[in-house]
């Protein structure tokens, strides 16, 4: 574990210097416990891969005494395994087509698999929360079959239909809203991820677990689904 300055009323926390569950574990457990204080002179605290960063009230910490304070706690906080494991699973819905996956049928010709293969490849697994960002409710999953992982592509979207399943190397995503967009779209779902008027404005944390369901188009229409 190493502390870093971010810049005059932040840090980052960093717990390793690569990405794999056993630090994503690290970093659930201490996110959590730091947030577990309510602590008002933490204006930020968010994790991602391997990290936590954290924003403070300059009028009551400096980067000395932020980093004293918070080993302090870090020395109290008692490792519940129970607090980090992860036990909210999300099941999202998805309608995989060439009509609402814009690149699914040239990853089925690049990999050289049916797009049934690609819809178990991807649907089959369970995915884990790494980080979100980018935009609110874009939770980035890891990590997709390896026969299924691939680059972002050369030239982005100007816009990604609301909804839409993406690949980008081994991580998959929703994207939650209308946006510009790089990542392999392969479905679309009619699960609302983003809402404004929510405290929480998604569902996702660091540390759930997702779960893709193929539904037909028939059932996605019916949930609400656009194409």
């Known amino acids: 574990m190493r502390f870093e300055t971010s810049s005059i009323d932040s840090i980052v926390i960093y717990f390793a210097d690569e990405i794999s569950e056993e630090v994503l574990n690290r970093v659930t457990f201490y996110y959590k416990s730091l947030k577990s204080l309510n602590d008002n002179s ?13 924003r403070y009230d300059i009028f009551k910490f400096d980067n000395k005494s932020v980093i004293s304070y918070i080993n302090d706690k870090f020395s109290s906080f008692k490792n519940d395994k129970n607090m980090y494991k992860y036990q909210k699973v999300i099941t999202i819905p998805v309608y ?10 040239r990853l089925s010709d690049e990999k050289r698999l049916s797009i049934d293969e690609i819809i178990h490849l991807h649907s089959f697994k369970t995915y884990l929360v790494y980080a ?3 935009m609110p409710g874009f939770a980035y999953l890891a990590k997709v079959d390896e026969n299924i992982a691939t680059p972002r592509l050369k030239h982005p979207r100007k816009m990604i239909p609301k909804g839409s399943v993406g690949i980008a190397d081994y991580q998959t995503a929703v994207y939650p809203r209308i946006s510009p967009g790089g990542w392999n ?8 991820l983003f809402n404004a008027n929510s405290k929480d404005l998604s569902p996702f944390e660091i540390g759930f677990k997702v779960k893709f369901k ?14």
Do not use: W
């Open 185 to 192: 779209i392969i479905g679309r779902t009619p699960k609302e």
């Open 96 to 105: 995989y087509s060439a009509q609402s996956g814009l690149d699914l049928q």
């Open 214 to 227: 193929p539904i037909t188009k028939k059932e996605y229409l019916k949930l609400g689904g656009k194409i």
């Open 132 to 134: 979100v960002g980018f």
């Open 42 to 54: 933490f204006i930020s605290i968010i994790p991602s891969y391997t990290s936590i960063y954290i």
